[in-house]
């Protein structure tokens, strides 16, 4: 890929980015509404979600936003056919019994309709990985068959597989994936390779990649 080619994909991230961070994470709220969401509505049945793109209260405290997930869930969508889900409010970790909830309605929609979950969240450079891939330790053989195109696509990063993050716990959004019978991924990125704007070329590698794993699901048999 060209520099020109990164950096058109590194700009891109960081307009749809913008609606996230233009109340510095803060997230905003809709009358009437549990929860603001961007949503696209694809075709490829396969999810992007990013349930903690703003700062969100968990256990009392806040917990800052996962920077950068919001914008890249919509820029791979839009890459790719692909759908994606992304919170513009401040809701604690969720409870799936909250039938109030409009992230979880749409999140069971799209799993109703079929689609596969690639759940996209931000770790710190310190955990040493470029990407840890969480199974929520299922070994079914849908959960295998996407874990498998997402190593494939992910070759070239250091990736673990359920170390240290699981994504297993009661309110991931892998928990209603699993309910649900379907596939789903958690994707923890380091934040190295989540800053468009101040290192575009690391940022334009893990949307290549993220889009290849949509790809590769996609025309598997």
Not at 71 to 96: F, I, K, N, Q, Y
Request: aromatic share 4%.
């Amino acid at each position: 890929m060209s520099t020109t080619d990164e950096r058109h994909l590194a700009e891109r991230w960081a307009a749809l980015e913008a609606p996230f961070a233009d109340t510095s994470y803060e997230g905003v709220s809709e009358q009437g509404a549990h929860t603001a969401l961007r949503r696209v509505r694809g075709r490829v049945p396969v999810l992007l979600s990013a349930p903690h793109a703003v700062n969100h209260p968990r256990e009392g405290r806040t917990k800052l936003a996962d920077l950068g997930t919001g914008g890249l869930a919509l820029l791979v969508a839009e890459l790719t056919g692909a759908r994606a889900l992304a919170a513009l409010s401040p809701v604690p970790d969720r409870d799936w019994a909250d039938r109030r909830d409009p992230f979880a309605a749409a999140l069971r929609a799209e799993l109703a309709d079929g689609a596969v979950v690639l759940d996209l969240h931000g770790m710190r450079d310190v955990h040493g990985m470029d990407v840890c891939l969480g199974t929520a330790l299922r070994r079914d053989p849908a959960t295998a068959r996407l874990r498998d195109a997402a190593l494939r696509a992910l070759r070239g990063f250091t990736v673990t597989v359920d170390d240290p993050f699981p994504g297993a716990a009661p309110h991931t959004v892998l928990t209603e994936v699993a309910a649900s019978g379907r596939a789903g991924l958690q994707v923890e990125i380091a934040g190295r390779l989540r800053d468009p704007v101040g290192a575009p070329r690391r940022a334009a590698r893990i949307v290549r990649a993220l889009a290849e794993i949509v790809r590769s699901y996609r025309d598997s048999p």
